[in-house]
């Protein structure tokens, strides 16, 4: 099972910035894409960002020019950076596989990392 551990969330202002990172156990992370995911209140989940295990990546239209998502194998990691940004970044912030890998590598949610944007 595989399990996942973010961090770098806090409070900042609009235009501000924060790297996000996500540690993940096990050994399979590095043959996997990664994706981040955001839940503001009151709305469901969406996807932010991909990376694949060679490092081709994808964004939302709406952080695109904004955020980056990276990864570190040796580290078992993954982060997002994210720049110029805004209240409507507000959310709390989680990494896991795609979904169809995510039932294979029996992967579960970890907390989260709450950002929150506001002067």
């Known amino acids: 099972q595989v399990q996942f551990v973010e961090s770098g969330g806090g409070l900042v202002q609009p235009g501000g910035s924060l790297r996000l990172s996500c540690a993940a156990s096990?050994?399979?992370?590095?043959?996997?894409?990664m994706d981040w995911y955001r839940q503001a209140p009151g709305k469901q989940r969406e996807l932010v960002a991909r990376?694949?295990?060679?490092?081709?990546?994808d964004y939302a239209d709406s952080v695109k020019g904004r955020f980056t998502i990276s990864r570190d194998n040796a580290k078992n990691t993954v982060y997002l950076h994210t720049n110029s940004l805004k209240p409507e970044d507000t959310a709390v912030y989680y990494c896991?596989?795609?979904?169809?890998?995510?039932?294979?590598?029996?992967?579960?949610w970890g907390q989260g990392t709450q950002v929150t944007v506001s002067s």
């Open positions: 896991n596989f795609p979904p169809v890998i995510r039932a294979t590598a029996q992967a579960s």
């Open positions: 096990g050994s399979i992370f590095s043959l996997y894409p």
């Open positions: 990376i694949t295990s060679g490092g081709t990546t």
